[in-house]
């Protein structure tokens, strides 16, 4: 059965193979025609032109633009402070740069002018050997072009230097005007109701920022796990803020009993450590808080203001017990004690304000600005 299914096979093979290349060649004859046309076209299309890409700007050609948008801004009375500083900024690496090229080939033009120098003077009459006539010609000529950069280079730095001096002279002129100009009393009703809506308006944008961020943080997780490291930032700055009374009053202690030329001013840097110890302590505060990330672009602006604003607090407190101290001691004034008392009172007074300004400044500075 299987033998004669196998003859069978060989003999259709055999029968077909005659007429496979004729199939083959009636087929390729009846090749769509498309085909060739189609890579006709394709050959004949023509090749287009590569896009010419500008050559990179040099150093002189990018300097020389900004120079002259300096300059134009120079002569603009109504240009802005912002455009003035950012201009101004640009220009002070271009000047730090040509101070630099200022100083290009300082080693070999020292060389060839010692090579000049060992030619030995020309002489006045004009007879030197022609050989030597032409190595100085040649090298006077390798000079010039060794001390030409480093010309163009002091010529731009110098451009650079007036251009700055310029922007700095319009800046102090802007903000003598904004300093000297007067503006609304304290004393007018309606500015301090504006100050207040103005307030109260920072503190509910700051609220609804922290409930959004407290919000977001717990549904994301991140507050959780970022809670136990502010919590310890947060209690090592604490700290910090309240040990300054116990750690000063230990060193005045042993201080006390000392007697000499320099213990005044020992007791002086002694007493200075109330500042430093506290501002470590509010330094970590503010750093707890913004590490919550909680807080919004207002909030966030206060809290990074905490330091300064705490600084006129302890700077004031530390003031007035040195002007007006407690006790027996006059001071260096040598107020009597009710002077004294009063002077403590206003001087901690003003370092509260200005705290509170700075705090509330930094929020409505933020708040104009958007």
Known sequence: MIRRFLLSLLLGVGLLAPALPALAQEQSLEAPPETEQTLEGESAAPETAPAEVPPPETAEESFERIAHRAEELAANEDASLFALNRLRAELVNWRDHYLAETERNAGRIATVDAQIAALGPAPDDGQEPQAVADRRSALIEQRNAL????????????????????????????????????????????????AMTAVAGLFGIVATELSVGITAGMADGSLSRILPRALLLLVVGIGLLSMRRSFVTGWRARLSGLRGRWVPLYRFFVSFAQILVPLVGLYAVTEALALLGIFGLRGSDIVNAIPYAGFCAIFGWWLSRQLFPLGLDSGYLEYDPETRAKGRFYVKFIAWVSAIAVLIEAGLRTVELS
């Open 147 to 194: 001390v030409a950069p480093r010309l163009l280079a002091e010529e731009s730095y110098v451009r650079a230097e007036g251009l700055i001096r310029e922007f700095d002279a319009r800046a102090l002129q802007r903000e003598t005007e904004e300093l000297t100009q007067r503006g609304p009393t304290p004393l007018n009703p309606t500015a301090a109701q504006e």
